[in-house]
Nanobody, 117 residues
Framework: VQLQASGGGLVQAGGSLRLSCAAS?????MGWYRQAPGKQREFVAAITSGGSINYADSVKGRFTISRDNAKNTVYLQMNSLKPEDTAVYYCAGDIGRFTTVEDIDYWGQGTQVTVSS
């Protein structure tokens, strides 16, 4: 399975961006991780094919993940962006459920999100 991410860019603090990620096949867990310079890759949000959703505490209330199973596509609507949200965002997919970063089955290419203050 291949994951193709799109979206991202430069936005001012308080602004919004939308990320998309299309999978070449059906998978269960789809979601997003991010990695800021000098930091480890961290979980952002995930959604199963059945619609169960999880968010990192740092993005709850600001980010919304959604999914179109017919298109094998996951979306991340990011609102009220903060400079600390600046990172490379990676689409991720797993046949089962996300556990650790090392065990995730599929990764898309990263897309840069930069939030200026």
């Amino acid at each position: 399975v291949q994951l193709q991410a799109s979206g991202g860019g430069l936005v001012q603090a308080g602004g919004s961006l939308r990320l998309s990620c299309a999978a070449s096949g059906s998978i269960n867990d789809m979601g997003w991780y991010r990695q800021a310079p000098g930091k480890q890759r961290e979980f952002v949000a995930a959604i199963t094919s059945g619609g169960s959703i999880n968010y990192a505490d740092s993005v709850k209330g600001r980010f919304t993940i959604s999914r179109d199973n017919a298109k094998n596509t996951v979306y991340l609507q990011m609102n009220s962006l903060k400079p600390e949200d600046t990172a490379v965002y990676y689409c991720a997919g797993d046949i089962g459920r996300f556990t650790t970063v090392e065990d995730i089955d599929y990764w898309g290419q990263g897309t840069q999100v930069t939030v200026s203050s």
